[in-house]
Nanobody
């Protein structure tokens, strides 16, 4: 699976952004997809994941109620809708794939990573 994230940018606090992740490869439709983020000087942090069917989602407490993950298997694309953004959401966001169905929040359980897209939220 190859992943290409896009949609990052600069937004004011309270604003919204939608990240997209275009995937290629036959394993996409059977992979759990997710998003991680990493702020400067901080460890990678799990954000959200979605099952291969889209029927199950899971969020970090820090984004629950503000972010929504979704996928369109026909388009091989995963989305992260981010609303009510806060300055602490500023980070590089990475699209990830778990082809082994680990259903994990740990970064090493995700075997495919995209290149990252910068999200900056100003106060």
């Amino acid at each position: 699976v190859q992943l290409q994230a896009s949609g990052g940018g600069l937004v004011q606090a309270g604003g919204s952004l939608r990240l997209s992740c275009a995937a290629s490869g036959r394993r996409f439709s059977r992979s759990i997809m997710g998003w991680f983020r990493q702020a400067p000087g901080k460890e990678r942090e799990f954000v959200a994941r979605i099952s291969w069917s889209g029927g199950m989602t899971y969020y970090a407490d820090s984004v629950k109620g503000r972010f929504t993950i979704s996928r369109d298997n026909a388009k091989n694309t995963v989305y992260l809708q981010m609303n009510s953004l806060k300055p602490e959401d500023t980070a590089v966001y990475y699209c990830v794939a778990d082809s082994r169905s680990s259903y994990s929040e740990t970064y090493y359980d995700y075997d495919y990573w995209g290149q990252g897209t910068q999200v900056t939220v100003s106060s």
